[in-house]
């Protein structure tokens, strides 16, 4: 399996902290008030390893916008949120005074959003600073029991490795954790060690 | 002729028109190139006024800055944005019936794509939604819901809870009071001789005492945990949460009170000329162990006690406790 060195991990946080900030800078703007996302932390699972636990995913059920990247680096991306967790976001963003119930309708989309723009921002980092070019479709949201959600990850082989990246989302003063994976075949998985690797040289 | 205008086809015309969503085609520096009919029905804006125009330019009042930055990152990042309704609402100036309502403002999905053709000239496809119909029908069934919950928990004669409602609440606060420990209490009240004064006065009369004496209890039984309920024809039931016996003997004296004070008048009583109440409470100290079948069991018995004393008055029991079920408790 592959290993990464720290500095490669450190040199992928930071492309997606760029993307974090893009992507807080637009949210802010929506919502109107200050809201702060940053990536703390990159790790790599096998599939094989990817559990509700490696994901700090407490919740029986969890949402999940999904958008499919294509170009040079091939992946699913995956924004995940337990389903409290997302309400509570959007409920956020929409300002404090809708109710939860009031909010199931919207849910769905205005997460869809959400997704779009943390995901696109994180794409488009890396699109600029490793300089390839990536496409994708637009977002699919879909809430279902955690162990669902995870077992379709694990169960495509084609795809073995995952990046996980642990976001902190900050809206209103109200703190929220949600994870973004990108799922990798082992040839887009090199594509991006490639890329990194150049990247690195080159600073 | 400009070199970005994508070729037309005649077919591709007609269903883009014909299309139920609005479609705006712009060049990669945000020139209108396609304006569909649906947008014109929408905005009151011609195809001959649209075409060629910067989007940013084409409405009165300019475009909303989170539209802004989308385009901008379309074209930028070459990725496609959506703006959800729920963030969004109505960004666009587009009215569902321009003529009939001018100034109603219909919601909107939009979702911008990226698009580059064969030769790689990269434009901008804007689509928007209506979603008034989606909203106006999730509405409509959360009204629906929110009545049908209502239904189920509510008793349609007196608007007091009712027997399952109470059901579930009650083991549910009874749990609550053991594992934190905290007093509790229920009462069993009963309207006296309320049969006779159905044979008396008829059952239209009946319904309204029922309903008058929820109104009364209501109006003193005040904390929001607390549940009155309809426990069944002419028996009620209160739930009280960290409420312990003499609380709730109190509570129960004010409550037969109230009644009395209604003064409805009641023939066919064999102890008063009035409608009056008698009241079972069983209490139970913090920490005590006990399952809520027993502790209906003692409020019922409370109840009987009452009765049995008159009528019109409160019996009790403080601490139901058993982990015997036969055990014998201490009325007061």
Redesign the interface.
């Known amino acids: 399996m592959i290993d990464f060195s720290t500095d490669q991990l450190d040199a992928l946080a930071e492309v997606f902290n760029i993307g974090a900030g893009r992507a807080a800078s637009s949210l802010s703007e929506i919502v109107d008030s200050d809201v702060k996302l940053s990536v703390p932390r990159v790790e790599f699972f096998k599939s094989s390893e990817i559990n509700a636990s490696a994901l700090n995913l407490t919740s029986d059920r969890i949402g999940a916008v999904r958008q499919h990247f294509s170009g040079s680096i091939e992946a699913e991306v995956m924004l995940l949120f337990t389903e409290e967790r997302a309400l509570n976001i959007v409920r956020e963003m929409m300002g404090s005074d809708a109710s939860i119930e009031e909010l199931a309708e919207y849910e769905q989309e205005a997460m869809c959003e959400l997704g779009n723009i943390i995901l696109n921002a994180c794409i488009s980092a890396i699109a600029d600073i490793l300089g390839v070019t990536l496409d994708t479709t637009l977002p699919i949201y879909s809430v279902d029991s955690t162990e669902l959600i995870l077992s379709q990850i694990v169960s495509d082989a084609g795809q073995p490795v995952m990046l996980v990246l642990h976001i902190n989302m900050t809206i209103e003063k109200h703190d929220s954790q949600g994870n973004l994976a990108f799922i990798l075949s082992s040839t887009s998985l090199k594509e991006l060690i490639v890329h990194i690797d150049r990247h690195i040289q080159g600073m | 002729m400009p070199v970005t205008k994508p070729s037309t086809h005649p077919l591709s015309d007609l269903v883009i028109n014909a299309l139920k969503l609005g479609v705006v085609v712009l060049d990669r520096n945000g020139m209108i190139l396609a304006w569909n009919d649906w947008m014109i029905r929408h905005s009151g804006i011609s195809r001959e006024s649209a075409i060629g125009q910067d989007i940013e330019t084409i409405f009165e009042s300019g475009l909303p800055?989170?539209l802004k930055?989308a385009l901008n990152?379309v074209r930028?990042?070459?990725?496609?944005?959506?703006?959800?309704?729920?963030?969004?609402r109505h960004p666009l100036p587009l009215f569902a019936n321009l003529a009939l309502h001018p100034l109603d403002r219909m919601q909107q999905?939009i979702?911008i794509?990226p698009l580059v053709d064969q030769i790689g000239t990269a434009y901008c496809l804007i689509q928007v939604a209506d979603s008034s119909t989606s909203?106006k029908r999730?509405?409509l069934l959360?009204d629906q819901s929110d009545r049908f919950a209502q239904a189920a928990t509510i008793d349609s004669l007196t608007g007091a809870y009712n027997r399952r409602f109470f059901d579930e609440r009650f083991k549910a606060e009874l749990g609550r009071a053991q594992r934190q420990q905290t007093p509790f209490s229920l009462m069993l009240l009963d309207i006296d001789y309320f049969k006779l004064y159905n044979d008396t006065y008829g059952h239209p009369a009946g319904d309204r005492v029922l309903i008058g004496v929820v109104q009364a209890l209501k109006s003193r039984i005040n904390r929001s945990a607390d549940v009155l309920a309809r426990y069944g024809g002419e028996e009620f039931a209160v739930i009280l949460p960290d409420c312990g016996s003499q609380g709730s003997f109190a509570l129960a004296q004010k409550l037969c009170q109230e009644i009395v004070n209604l003064h409805i008048p009641h023939s066919a009583s064999l102890i008063s000329n009035h409608v009056t109440i008698s009241i079972g409470v069983a209490s139970l100290r913090p920490g005590s162990k006990c399952d809520a079948d027993y502790l209906l069991q003692l409020a019922d018995k409370s109840l009987y006690t009452a009765k049995a004393a008159g009528r019109n008055q409160v019996s009790s029991i403080d601490n139901g406790e058993c982990t015997n079920f036969n055990s014998e408790c201490q009325a007061t």
């Open positions: 800055n989170s930055t990152n930028t990042y070459k990725l496609p944005v959506l703006l959800s309704n729920a963030l969004h999905s979702s794509t909203i999730e509405r959360k």
